[in-house]
């Protein structure tokens, strides 16, 4: 029994010791990580015009409303 529990704790510690390694890699890996990203205010995304929220919104509405009133019950 004692051996046994000798081990189990052997184990724990190992494991505990390996995910504080593996954890610590990949801190590290963030650590260097270089990212310039540059905004220009002239960028034409289709996302970021207003009429395109609009629309959706549009759709959204007509799409529920649909859903809506078919659950009425048919005799």
């Known amino acids: ?3 046994f529990l000798y081990k189990s704790i ?4 190992f494991l505990a010791l390996s995910t504080l390694f593996f954890i610590q890699s990949f801190i ?3 650590e260097k990580l270089d990212v ?3 905004v220009d205010d002239k960028s034409n995304n289709w996302y970021a015009q207003p009429w ?3 629309a959706a ?3 959204f509405i007509i ?4 859903l809506l009133r078919g659950r009425g019950s048919k005799e």
């Open 1 to 3: 029994m004692k051996q």
């Open 10 to 13: 052997f184990l724990k510690k």
């Open 52 to 54: 395109v929220w609009v």
């Open 28 to 30: 590290w890996a963030q």
């Open 36 to 38: 310039n990203i540059s």
């Open 63 to 66: 799409i529920i409303v649909g």
């Open 57 to 59: 919104g549009a759709v």
